[in-house]
């Protein structure tokens, strides 16, 4: 445990020391954040924060990680995923090549299990859907580094802290600099990494319990909307509403929760901490029917 302590406060070291060298390297080549639109921040942010997280997580992964062979893989896949964020953040880059991308990595990280194939298809979609819920979510100072933070804390409680508390830890680092007022902004590369790594390696700790056989199909889709907490039930929602009112599903606009409550007047203080609050919620419930289902 004291070895876990030590590698969590070098990786919050690393997150909060090497934040302010990625956003040097995203002035330089203006790589930045032009505000505009739905975004509600003044003035150019760099956003290339994510680089640190990516970094940070490979070094784990080389020097400190538990021996594994999943997370070997899960680090290919992580650096797609990034790569193709950060990518995204310099060059737009085709949704339909990036979709493409998220979803071979999500198929990837999950050669080692042996699951039916309607459960292996779900969860392909359900990573591929984080992955990409992570990034849509990141739209107020914060929030998406405090949703990888509390999904990280309540995952190491089925599955073994030593994969999830260094990583939350680095969040923890650099949520200083995007927090509460944001000097850097994690770009595509870094949210869609946090999303990424949540979905994969909370399938790792869920299939390393033993107890998937027991469940079924449509009691994994469940736990899978409920595991993905507000991120993803909040991306639903928002798809949902577009094509109800008959435009198109993958247009941005303000009618996420977080821009709804804004506009209701909220601070972006309260805003965050409604969020936070409903995130845990969804994710007790759904650490609730995980136990329900495996009796």
């Known amino acids: 445990m004291l070895r876990l302590i030590f590698i969590c406060i070098l990786m919050m070291g690393w997150g ?31 956003r290339g924060a994510g680089i640190v997280l990516w970094m940070g997580y490979l070094l784990w992964i080389l020097l400190c990680a538990p021996e594994s062979f999943f997370l070997k893989l899960l680090s290919i896949g992580a650096t797609i995923v990034f790569l193709c964020g950060y990518w995204d953040d310099i060059k737009p880059l085709n949704p339909k090549i990036r979709l493409i991308l998220h979803l071979f990595a999500a ?20 990573i591929a859907g984080v992955t990409s819920a992570y990034n849509i979510i990141d739209g107020l100072n914060g ?73 079924s199909a449509s009691e994994l889709a469940l736990l899978l909307l409920l595991w993905g907490g507000v991120p993803v039930v909040d991306t639903l929602a928002s798809i949902l509403r577009r094509i109800i009112d008959g435009s198109s599903p993958f247009m941005p606009d303000r009618g996420h929760l977080h821009h709804r409550l804004l506009d209701r007047g ?30």
Not at 25 to 35: A, F, K
Not at 152 to 175: K, N, T
Request: with cysteine; hydrophobic share 55%.
């Open 16 to 46: 909060a020391g090497m934040t302010p060298l990625s956003m040097k390297l995203s002035n330089r080549y203006r790589i930045l954040d032009v505000p505009g639109g739905r975004k509600i921040h003044l003035g150019n942010i760099p």
């Open 107 to 126: 198929t990837f990280v999950l050669l080692l299990f042996n699951i039916p194939f309607s459960h292996r298809l779900l969860l392909i979609v359900w």
């Open 143 to 215: 929030l998406c580094l405090f949703m990888f933070i509390i999904a990280a804390l309540m995952a190491s409680r089925f599955g073994p802290p030593e994969i999830w508390w260094p990583i939350a830890a680095a969040a923890v680092g650099v949520l200083h600099w995007n927090f509460p007022q944001a000097r850097t902004f994690l770009g595509d590369g870094g949210s869609t990494l946090l999303g990424y790594l949540f979905a994969s390696q909370l399938i790792f700790s869920f299939y390393q319990s033993g107890n998937y056989s027991r469940i």
């Open 266 to 295: 909220l601070s972006s203080i309260a805003t965050l901490c409604i969020m936070a609050l409903l995130h845990w919620a969804l994710l007790e419930l759904g650490m609730f029917f995980y136990g329900w289902f495996t009796l």
